[in-house]
């Protein structure tokens, strides 16, 4: 069966460094989706992705995320400056689209566990 | 945005009883309403979902039964089993819930 992948599984980093992590979506997936969740809390949306551009972003999605599709298959989350508070785990989903506007089925990556130090 | 209120927070029920959780919604432009199933270490996963042209649908012990009057969705778990023991989110639109922590003891 089809399925999402993310790598890596756990990245360190030190606050002000760079990371990106990586998702490779359901391969005729339309919509892309990266979410976050602190530890024992809510997923929280940050961006979704549609035909090469965001679609839309939640407050959290601010300028030192970007996120990128470099070719048919990847699709990045860049976080160019972390913080403390960015640690967390973040989640790749995405949805076939085809009848988006009648559901949102998306399907989840294992996550990448962030911990910034 | 959104905002999806889910109760309770947790919930521990006996092995054999009946689990359930409930989701307030707003307004919404998108009749689609999922719950997804969240193990330990593992990313959410779709357990069922529900479109308002019904009011109730069952899939094995898993039940959502809708009230679009209310703006209230429910997950009914019947004979609740140690491996139900998971977080619960429904959803609206990209907007989770709080989830709901389930263990079920045995």
């Not at chain 2, 889910?6 to 009749?31: H, R």
């Not at chain 2, 969705?73 to 977080?87: C, E, K, N, R, V």
């Amino acid at each position: 069966e089809p399925e999402v992948t993310q790598t890596p599984s756990h990245q360190v980093t030190q606050m002000g460094q760079e990371v990106i992590l990586r998702c490779v979506p359901i391969s005729n997936h339309l919509y892309f989706y990266w979410y976050r969740q602190i530890l024992g809390q809510k997923v929280e949306f940050l961006v979704s992705f549609y035909n090469n551009e965001i679609s839309e972003k939640s407050e959290i999605f601010d300028d030192q995320f970007s996120v990128e599709r470099p070719d048919g298959s990847n699709f990045t989350l860049k976080i160019r400056s972390t913080k403390l508070e960015d640690s967390a785990m973040y989640f790749c989903a995405s949805m076939d689209g085809t009848h988006r506007d009648l559901s949102y089925e998306q399907y989840f990556g294992p996550g990448t566990r962030l911990t910034v130090t | 945005q959104q905002q999806v209120k889910q109760s309770p927070q947790s919930l521990i029920v006996q092995k054999g009883g009946i689990s359930i959780i409930n989701c307030a919604y707003e307004n919404t432009a998108f009749d689609y309403f999922p719950w997804y199933q969240q193990f330990p270490g593992k990313g959410p996963a779709l357990l069922i979902a529900i479109r308002p042209d019904v009011s109730e649908k069952k899939e094995g012990r898993f039940t959502i039964s809708f009230n679009k009057s209310a703006k209230q969705f429910s997950l009914h778990i019947m004979d609740s089993q140690p491996g139900d023991s998971a977080t619960y989110f429904c959803v609206k639109e990209l907007v989770f819930g709080k989830g709901t922590k389930l263990t079920v003891n045995p």
